[in-house]
């Protein structure tokens, strides 16, 4: 497994979510994408872009020490090592949807924000790739602080006239492979008293 990979996971899951909920909600004919939303990008109508614009650390992120890990091997052994803490990180989206008309947009649209709603945390099989761990979790929640100026900046970034837009994070870890040996565990002690 290449968990540096989960970057471009996380992209593939979102996807393929929206694609299940388009077409379960019976709008078999919408393409879901996450290219850059330009017309030019566009084959068909009506597209959803689940577009990553921008990575970023997570609040609060600090420097970072090892850490212990206690888990067990195949043959239920405890196995102990320090592993490097892991980095924390913030995938930002923009959501868009190109359209017949405005009102198949805003249906578009507000079918997504139901999707996310639904699913605001993508665990085991809603997970697409080989970079999760079993028990990882993704929580997919709306970008509070997006208001209409990002929306104008990030249009006029790509030179595309400004569309209706949704921008949500996803909160993941990237984790290191770098781990010290494995730590010998006294798990008991033989004591000798010599007499004289």
Known sequence: MSQFEVIRDIGE?????LKASFKAAGFTTVTVSNERPKKD???SLPTLNAYMYHVTFAPGFKER??????TYSKDGKLVEYYQDAPAYLHAQFILSVFGNTPNEENLLLGLTVKTLLENSILTGELLKGESFYPDDKINVFPNLQADFNESLAFWRSLNEE??????YYAKFRIESERRSDELARV??????VRVP
């Open 41 to 43: 990008n566009i084959k």
């Open 187 to 192: 798990t008991g002690r033989d004591l000798a």
């Open 162 to 167: 400004v569309r209706p837009s949704l921008f």
């Open 65 to 70: 020490t090892d850490h212990l890990v206690t």
């Open 13 to 17: 899951s979102l996807k393929e979510l």
